[in-house]
């Protein structure tokens, strides 16, 4: 059968993460590549505790029938207090969806807002599997340059100008891939000038509850008057990415498109997962199950930072972050990852190639490491193994 897929498949390509989770499948391989959180910060006492629970109440047939698109009301209400952390006030149930993973959250404001040719702004480089389902939209996504303070503010007004943007996606804490966080000053001046050209700006922020270090930073969305900005928030990297549970806030007119969209999408998020991350959070088990993970994460990130002091040679430049899951780094610009990466592999040790997080595929020389999943010995190793290879092309 010579099958005829829609033209939006064209654009995307999966080949890249199919990879890398089934690099993570082979026991042998030390994998910087995924996002993996550590198995030993998966709360499985506590999950088992709750399900059992939610299994013996006289509920529990509730769980087993369909829901709300919106979400559990409980666990809307819940999660209108939860985002004053992230220094979100005032959330109305109105302005809140829960959805299945920060994932599910970027589809559907992409569903809600782009049209095909509609241009989209992301940092340079960005989340990987943005730009694919940016892709499946007919979404056009431009690069926006990054300095140390968060986006360039000039080139942004610039691109801003120019191309007449639908929409701006960003990942302003612990960024994937770079690590990155942006400013207080550079959130509220994006905030500010998107507003001001009517730009609809994705704050995606799977990661800002993992910091090791530094000072805590307010999200984007705390300073947005207008009304622009979109806050999606996961669980996936706190309590569980199998679990599948987050939340969008947004204006009122917004959460009832996406809303919408997740109709056609899953009809609900499974009741049982919304529970799960109900009773998780109203337990108050997510506060102390941080500190482990935050404190895991900093002795990993330690170990990888330390291993690439004592390993990598001189020309290996890299991001040095305060939280969240990954390292970013480059060699001079003559050495070309993507084509390393099968050699890599071969010496048991995988990485991903930096260009898949670049609008344009440029970024050859860069490359993302994960410092989550790995324990501490194989970071050790993994690092020297890596380095051993940069050293040998660098000679070359
Ligand atoms: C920046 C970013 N956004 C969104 C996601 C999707 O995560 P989930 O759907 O599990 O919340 C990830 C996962 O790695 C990510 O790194």
């Known amino acids: 059968m010579n099958y005829t897929f829609s033209e939006r498949m064209k654009n995307m390509n999966g080949t890249a993460t199919r990879e890398i989770f089934k690099l993570l499948g082979n026991p042998e391989i030390i994998s910087f590549a995924g996002g993996n959180p550590a198995i030993e910060c998966l709360p499985t006492e506590r999950v088992k505790e709750i399900t059992a629970d939610i299994c013996s109440s006289p509920n529990f047939a509730r769980v087993l029938q369909y829901g709300l698109t919106a979400g559990f009301?409980?666990?809307?209400?819940?999660?209108?207090?939860?985002?004053?952390?992230?220094?979100?006030?005032?959330?109305?149930?109105?302005?809140?969806?829960?959805?299945s993973g920060g994932q599910q959250g970027i589809d559907l404001a992409l569903k809600a807002f782009i049209n095909p040719g509609d241009v989209i702004l992301v940092e340079d480089p960005t989340y990987l599997a943005f730009l694919q389902l940016a892709n499946s939209y007919e979404g056009i996504c431009k690069g926006v340059k990054a300095n140390d303070d968060g986006l360039d503010l000039c080139d942004l007004e610039?691109?801003?100008?120019?191309?007449?943007?639908?929409?701006?996606?960003?990942?302003?804490?612990?960024?994937?891939?770079?690590?990155?966080?942006?400013?207080?000053?550079?959130?509220?001046?994006?905030?500010?000038?998107t507003a001001k050209y009517g730009v609809i700006v994705i704050e995606d922020d799977p990661y800002s509850k993992l910091r090791f270090k530094g000072e805590y930073v307010p999200s984007m969305k705390s300073f947005d008057k207008a009304g622009n900005v979109i806050f999606i928030s996961s669980f996936s990297k706190i309590i569980s990415p199998g679990n599948r549970t987050g939340v969008a806030v947004g204006a009122p007119e917004i959460i009832r498109k996406m809303e919408i969209g997740k109709q056609g999408t899953d009809l609900h998020t499974p009741n049982l997962s919304q529970m799960i991350t109900y009773e998780y959070l109203r337990r108050g088990?997510?506060?102390?199950?941080?500190?482990?993970?935050?404190?895991?994460?900093?002795?990993?990130?330690?170990?990888?930072?330390?291993?690439?002091?004592?390993?990598?040679?001189?020309?290996?430049?890299?991001?040095?972050?305060?939280?969240?899951?990954?390292?970013?780094?480059?060699?001079?610009?003559?050495?070309?990852?993507?084509?390393?990466?099968?050699?890599?592999?071969?010496?048991?040790?995988?990485?991903?190639q930096g260009s898949v997080f670049y609008a344009d595929g440029s970024g050859t020389n860069y490359v993302r490491l994960n410092y989550s999943y790995a324990n501490l010995s194989q970071i050790e190793e993994g690092i020297a193994r890596l380095a051993g290879l940069f050293k040998e092309k660098l000679a070359k």
Do not use: Q
């Open 285 to 352: 088990y997510l506060e102390p199950d941080l500190k482990k993970a935050v404190r895991i994460y900093g002795e990993k990130k330690g170990a990888m930072s330390d291993a690439i002091k004592k390993y990598m040679p001189e020309e290996f430049r890299c991001t040095d972050p305060d939280g969240g899951l990954f390292i970013w780094g480059s060699l001079p610009e003559r050495i070309d990852m993507v084509k390393m990466l099968p050699e890599a592999v071969e010496r048991k040790v995988a990485y991903i």
């Open 73 to 99: 009301p409980e666990l809307r209400e819940l999660l209108c207090k939860y985002v004053e952390t992230a220094d979100i006030y005032g959330t109305k149930t109105e302005n809140v969806l829960v959805i």
């Open 158 to 193: 610039e691109k801003i100008k120019k191309y007449n943007p639908k929409m701006l996606y960003c990942v302003p804490t612990f960024s994937n891939p770079t690590g990155k966080t942006y400013s207080v000053e550079n959130r509220k001046a994006i905030a500010e000038m």
